[in-house]
């Protein structure tokens, strides 16, 4: 992860802010479990963990050793009371930001995961669906060189009146000379969130966001791709085209085992204007590219987006270049599924650059990407919007 002129590493925390919840996870032993109405099904232990964007993609910053601010709402309740226990845990201070609403509930997710099927979430917003822009004070983004905010599908206040809340905190945000980033979430198609329209609120809030950072199938369904053909890399295209023009200086798209996409706005002065954590705009500027993931024995792949995202922000505040940043990015998304929580597989900066430069092998790509040319010294895919 070394660059040939790299940036000079930014100094300042990273405050992480958004969803927060409590995922319940119960053993289930037998395939097919059903639960229907009368009947009792007997489970194993239950596995209590944080999940959301704030303590997935924090704590991950958190174990790469960079410093972080995590800003979330919770309820005083028991959940609540579990939340800010286990943010401790992985250090003192990691609860300092927290809100604790009175009156209100913690958000949580139980997660029925039988053996041999697909996952189902039943989930409760809490006090996610009142957390709003006066939440994250100036205090708190004081020394900060980059704000990250996840999950706003999940959180009615930010979401409603076409993302106006939102809108005002990255505003307040790149005022104060943060770098702004965002994160998504896949809404219910049939909720009132996934009947939103996406179009408009992305057109709102991306002049203000600079690295917009969604998954490939929350993307499609946002912006109305329902063709239901193969990914590939025209499609990738277009998605990223269609974002560039609503004002993002760059998106990055996850693809979950094909690895992390991203495309930069070719306008030097857009990166320049992108706050404390700034890109070098020569080396960014104007870039398609594609980094594969990396091989691993796969234990679970809880968080492994927010894990991305932490990596790919580390890699901006050290001052990598883009080819690095994602290389860092998916290794520490690998490092996330090599266990079965969300962030126990994290490994400190130093260890994972190490394992990088050890020749870490990595998959295959899966998508067509044709006009795109393999770039085999810093493995990656370079594509046809590519201006380096």
């Not at 972080?68 to 226990?85: H, I, S």
């Not at 992305?202 to 239901?228: T, Y």
């Not at 990914?231 to 990738?236: K, N, P, S």
Request: proline share 6%; glycine share 12%.
């Amino acid at each position: 992860m070394n660059s040939r002129r790299p940036k000079r590493a930014v100094a300042g925390r990273i405050a992480v802010a958004g969803h927060v919840c409590l995922d319940i996870i119960p053993e289930l032993y037998a395939s097919g479990t059903r639960i229907a109405p009368g009947k009792l099904v007997v489970v194993g232990p239950a596995t209590v963990s944080t999940g959301g964007a704030v303590p997935n993609t924090g704590i991950a910053l958190h174990r790469l050793g960079l410093p972080v601010t995590l800003l979330g709402k919770v309820g005083d309740d028991l959940f609540g009371r579990a939340v800010l226990a286990r943010l401790r845990s992985h250090g003192r201070a990691l609860a300092d930001g927290m809100i604790v609403a009175r009156g209100e509930n913690t958000s949580y997710t139980v997660v029925l995961s039988p053996p041999g099927a697909d996952r189902t979430f039943l989930h409760s917003p809490g006090a996610n669906d009142t957390f709003r822009a006066a939440d994250v004070p100036a205090s708190r983004l004081a020394g900060a060189a980059l704000l990250h905010f996840g999950y706003p599908p999940l959180m009615r206040r930010m979401r409603s009146d076409g993302g106006r809340e939102l809108r005002e905190l990255l505003g307040r945000a790149r005022r104060a000379g943060l770098t702004t980033s965002l994160d998504m979430a896949m809404p219910d198609p049939r909720s009132e969130a996934g009947r939103l329209d996406w179009p408009r609120l992305l057109a709102r809030v991306l002049p203000r966001v600079d690295f917009f950072l969604p998954s490939l199938e929350e993307i499609r369904f946002m912006l109305g791709d329902r063709s239901g053909r193969s990914a590939d890399g025209a499609l990738l295209g277009r998605l990223s085209g269609r974002l560039l023009g609503m004002g993002a200086a760059a998106v990055g798209i996850k693809l979950g085992a094909d690895g992390l996409y991203l495309r930069t706005t070719a306008d030097r002065s857009r990166l320049a204007d992108c706050g404390r954590a700034a890109p070098d705009a020569l080396r960014w500027a104007g870039r398609e590219l594609l980094a594969p993931c990396f091989r691993v024995r796969v234990a679970g792949t809880t968080g492994s987006g927010d894990c991305t995202i932490a990596g790919f922000l580390a890699g901006l505040v050290k001052g990598l270049g883009p080819e690095e940043t994602l290389t860092a990015a998916v290794a520490t998304g690998a490092c996330c599924v090599e266990s079965a929580d969300a962030t126990g597989g994290i490994i400190p900066w130093t260890r994972l650059a190490r394992r990088i430069r050890a020749g870490w092998p990595r998959l295959p790509v899966g998508l067509s990407l044709p006009g795109w040319k393999w770039q085999a010294r810093r493995a990656v895919w370079t594509g046809p919007a590519d201006r380096s």
